[in-house]
């Protein structure tokens, strides 16, 4: 059984794991990363999460085949460079070879959405199938394109940003200057922002009494679970969010046509609440028809840990 | 220097060439096919039209290679066989084993748009790079998406459909049932109901002077003539084109990261005119930061025979 390294770096922190090749995490480890440091700094705590995450798992760096980095942005791995990140404000930073000034193995690097996308087609809801699409439904909107059990990056290393396709052309702003991209639709945080405002017009709905009338609590599963208790405000935010969702991914599936979809993230736990009327919703825009078999629309089975487990199994 | 038989299938006729592996036309041959016709019937019509532009170039069966169908709808390869296409009703037609009935040769079959995006690559715009995703701005909007300098079909032969990906939820009604979809707002008939709409609201516009106020003899062209001359009418459509053609372009940038995006169908042949402006609008939309290289945009140069071409270039 070969073992590797793979490590998640996120805005805040860089989590590391020691993982086996069908996926299992041995020791994983995790260290803040200040948002102001410099490429030297912040590599150094991911170099350190990943030794803490080798002591805990009793191996040495003998043991280990390589260190696989999950990365926010556009990293090229063909050169070891993290060419450009917009919440990092990194440009050109050689990560390859400033890794291996702390831990000498081989180092691959990669977008962080497409690392869960690669766990989940590795070991995950998509280890069956060949081509798959994984969407983090998050803060945002991540997405990782598989094509041919490899992530497919485009052809610089850019591709895949489905949380950045319009849907409604001068729609609502984005973090990204567009306006309407799906993202602001899909993602948990558009949830969010749709609940309260649906909560402040509708004071008898059961959102506020779950919530104990404080709008600071409303998260993306209190419409949820509205919506189950019989609750109109919160079956219209559901039925909304479903649309919009579906709009996206129909989209996603007229362009590349994955035998599968994935959906992970926090509203993704909702499991068949969800997805029995967005497979109906989808499957009326696809412009896949009878015979052709459509795209599978099932959940992420790789949970917090699919950056680490995917930049991991770069190393594959 | 070797031969292919092209065969480009149209909703109202059957257009064959036979092709030289650098993707000239020797010959080329046109037949008639019913709409209602049976499958047999058409693919007899098919044949009929190769066998013509064989004959024309004075060759003889044992020189050709083989045969290459671009079909519409969703044609297996694999199979031999067009699983299912809309505008002919077709459903599991045998295409492979009927036209070798009458020319016995191996017998590729691919989409139509998948056949021109493959001329493209291998013998136009986008022969120097690798992938690339090719547009035809016609009655509809077709595309094709070249991967590693090969058609990519999704998993089930039903990708790339980018007309009919929605970039206006609950926007303008499309044939496929979805409403708000890229075709409705970036297709030449697009173009030309705009172009209808704003002449009879503006009579002042030049676009009547050009048509001699007859609504009939608006095509899509006028409204960029008119433009060109100065008249606000006309650039108010244009721009208006130009804003929603740029979102479905940036979109699928942003999905699949071309190195090249390749334009044809007849708007195109406006040429830098519209490319100019259609550059700057998708690059302030696209998720790609210097210094990632850009996705280019040129437009198409293998002409209306594109489609015999890469019908044809299935057997390279």
């Not at 983090?136 to 949380?163: D, M, P, R, W």
């Not at 959102?207 to 079956?235: H, R, S, W, Y």
């Amino acid at each position: 059984m070969k073992k590797y390294i793979g490590i998640d770096l996120g805005g805040m922190s860089a989590k590391a794991g020691i993982v086996t090749d069908t996926g299992e995490i041995l020791a994983k480890a995790t260290k803040p990363t200040k948002r102001d440091g410099t490429y030297q700094e912040i590599l150094k705590s991911m170099a350190d999460a990943a030794l803490e995450a080798l002591k805990l798992s009793n191996l040495r760096i003998e043991d280990i085949e390589s260190v696989g980095i999950g990365s926010p942005g556009t990293p090229d791995n063909e050169k070891g460079v993290l060419v450009y990140t917009n919440n990092l404000n990194f440009r050109n930073v050689p990560m390859r070879e400033e890794m291996q000034k702390h831990i000498n193995l081989p180092v691959y690097i990669d977008n962080d959405a497409n690392c869960a996308a690669l766990a989940e087609s590795v070991a995950g809801a998509a280890k069956d199938v060949k081509t798959s699409i994984t969407f983090t439904l998050g803060t945002g909107v991540g997405s990782g394109i598989i094509i041919n059990n490899k992530i497919y990056s485009g052809f610089n290393y850019a591709a895949s940003e489905f949380g950045h396709t319009v849907i409604v052309v001068d729609g609502l702003l984005c973090t990204c200057g567009r306006k309407g991209c799906f993202e602001q639709y899909a993602s948990a945080s558009s949830v969010i922002r749709e609940t309260k405002i649906a909560a402040e017009k509708n004071p008898e709905s059961k959102i506020n009494e779950l919530t104990g009338g404080n709008p600071e609590k409303i998260d993306a599963k209190v419409a949820f679970d509205a919506a189950k208790l019989g609750d109109k405000t919160g079956q219209e935010i559901v039925d909304n969010y479903i649309k919009y969702l579906a709009a996206g991914l129909a989209n996603a599936i007229n362009a590349i046509e994955p035998e599968m979809i994935v959906l992970g993230g926090g509203v993704s736990h909702e499991g068949e609440y969800l997805l029995k009327p967005l497979r109906e919703a989808i499957y009326k825009e696809v412009y896949t028809r009878e015979p052709v078999i459509f795209t599978k629309i099932e959940t992420a089975k790789m949970g917090n840990d699919a950056g680490i487990i995917g930049a991991a199994m770069l190393g594959l």
